[in-house]
């Protein structure tokens, strides 16, 4: 909790207390009128009043003499572990004679909904110095707690992508080669930009699916959009998936430019994918217009760049080689995407 936040609340705790210590005519009137759960107890911890917003709070209404140090159904420590009531932190504040602030623990209602609190047990003591009892509020801080665990999730997955992007990134520093360094320099940048447009789009959605259509048209555009035909149903794209399929399509349209359909000025590459009965996924690369193709005869590079991200996918791909251009066929499960 923030100190403003908690500095406001032992001020209304602090009101609380006044108001117990000193039995002032309103002071119930003060209590039911306040947002917070606030409830007191004797000595032994029985409880001996309690405001409306516990029973909100709680789900139940606690039975007066009978229920002990807290009015909650049930308690639960904040990584998970079974919190008897007289473990509680009221009945920890009545057994140290020391008030506890902002205590956390989670609260289960008897319909089973849990709610995350901050609990402020204060010991009152009566004008002897002898213990009367105490006074705890209940803070319902579950939207704060839910909202940390966000960022924590956030965190360990910004810490997993980057270091999956860095060993991408060692893997094409090693699988590029070149005749001269020029060379090396512009396929790596390639490849590294290639990845860098796939995670943008991975960032820009918050790390959740990725539009296939949208990667598409991102890696297309770094290549001239009007030169492309695409076509294909919605597909949402995990990270990893849209990672591999980044670089599968980035090393096509780079054969393409040095020796396919784009090294020429009236070539043309289309781009469909498709589902079929099974949730089947096949994508299906085909270049027209282009000099006759052959099939190398080594592999290079690209070739293996793209068989480590079909790898990836868990997919298999078929290329062949005809007059008219290249066809490249990947086909995996929808699931594995």
Wanted: aromatic share 6%.
């Amino acid at each position: 909790m923030s100190e403003p936040a908690e500095a406001a609340n032992v001020e209304v705790l602090q009101a609380a207390v006044e108001a117990f210590r000193n039995r002032d005519l309103g002071f119930r009137d003060l209590l039911e009128d306040l947002p917070a759960a606030i409830y007191t107890t004797d000595v032994d911890g029985r409880i001996t009043y309690f405001n409306r917003a516990c029973i909100d709070f709680s789900g139940r209404t606690p039975v007066l003499g009978e229920n002990r140090w807290c009015v909650t159904w049930k308690l639960y420590a904040p990584d998970g572990r079974p919190l008897p009531h007289d473990k509680s932190p009221m009945a920890l504040a009545l057994a140290n004679l020391q008030a506890m602030h902002g205590v956390e623990a989670i609260a289960e209602r008897p319909d089973g909904q849990r709610i995350h609190l901050a609990a402020f047990p204060t010991p009152v003591f009566d004008r002897s110095g002898e213990c009367a009892g105490a006074v705890n509020m209940l803070i319902d801080i579950t939207e704060q707690t839910q909202a940390q665990e966000r960022l924590s999730l956030l965190a360990r997955e910004i810490d997993h992508r980057s270091n999956n992007l860095l060993t991408l990134v060692q893997s094409l520093v090693r699988l590029t080669t070149a005749d001269s360094i020029e060379g090396y320099r512009d396929e790596l940048e390639g490849r590294i930009a290639a990845l860098a447009r796939a995670n943008a789009l991975i960032a820009e959605a918050r790390w959740k699916d990725i539009d296939l259509a949208t990667l598409v048209a991102q890696e297309f555009g770094a290549f001239g959009r009007e030169r492309f035909e695409t076509a294909g149903p919605a597909i949402k794209l995990s990270p990893g998936s849209a990672q591999s399929l980044g670089m599968v399509i980035h090393e096509l349209c780079t054969n393409a430019v040095k020796h396919g359909a784009l090294s020429v000025a009236h070539g043309k590459v289309q781009l469909t994918w498709a589902i079929d009965d099974t949730q089947g996924f096949m994508l299906v690369w085909k270049e027209c217009g282009g000099p006759p193709t052959i099939e190398p005869t080594r592999k290079n590079t690209g070739n293996a760049v793209i068989i480590g991200a079909v790898r990836q996918l868990r997919a298999e791909i078929f290329r062949e080689w005809r007059p008219e251009g290249l066809r490249c066929t990947l086909q995996c499960a929808l699931a594995r995407l």
